[in-house]
């Protein structure tokens, strides 16, 4: 069973930053691929960013490209989301899910950390 926690969500003003921190743990984790996600209010729930876990290779909506940075801690099993710029569109849930492999889906979620944006 794969263990994923998110922290670091919260109230910010528009153009403030927040880093969100995801820590994987479980004796089964083996990931190769994660990702950030979030869900806005009464919307669905969307991609943000990914990482592979070897080669750092990144992916990002382009609503968030030169604002978000997705960065990882191999020795830690943690993933990062520096959040800057941040604007009130960007409220929502965010979530961090984990790809065991090239073929396979998003298999395992956290609970989600709440970030508020405020104008």
């Known amino acids: 069973q794969v263990r994923l926690v998110e922290s670091g969500g919260g109230l910010v003003q528009a153009g403030g930053s927040l880093r969100l921190s995801c820590a994987a743990s479980?004796?089964?984790?083996?990931?190769?691929?994660m990702a950030w996600f979030r869900q806005a209010p009464g919307k669905e729930r969307l991609f943000v960013a990914s990482i592979t876990w070897s080669g750092d290779t990144t992916s990002y909506v382009a609503s968030v490209k030169g604002r978000f940075t997705i960065s990882k801690e191999n020795a830690k099993n943690t993933v990062y989301l520096q959040m800057n710029s941040l604007r009130p569109e960007d409220t929502a849930v965010y979530y961090c899910?984990?790809?065991?492999?090239?073929?396979?889906?998003?298999?395992?979620w956290g609970q989600g950390t709440p970030v508020t944006v405020s104008s």
């Open positions: 899910a984990t790809c065991p492999s090239p073929a396979a889906g998003y298999t395992d």
């Open positions: 479980g004796r089964s984790f083996s990931s190769y691929k």
